[in-house]
């Protein structure tokens, strides 16, 4: 619904142009205290890399690690995770 209204937005500024992807989905872990553990990022990273699932769109805040993955990693990505932060 949003990408209409954006794509018009784009039009009217010079040189911006906007693409779209239906096949990712975003993923996160968040939590209190996540910003008294270093490397949870660093982690969250690795276990989508070596459950070989490519991060795109990458944010990371101090309670917050998030990123869109192609549709088709979405399971894997959800099980390196619960298996790396052992949920």
Known sequence: QALPIV????????GCTVSAREDIVKIAIEGPGMEHQPGVAGRF???????????LAVTTSETKVSCCVPQVGRR???EALMKEFKL
């Open 7 to 14: 794509r018009g937005l784009a039009e009217s500024a010079e």
């Open 45 to 55: 990273y690795a276990a989508l890399s070596d459950a070989n699932v490519e991060a």
């Open 76 to 78: 894997a990505a959800v």
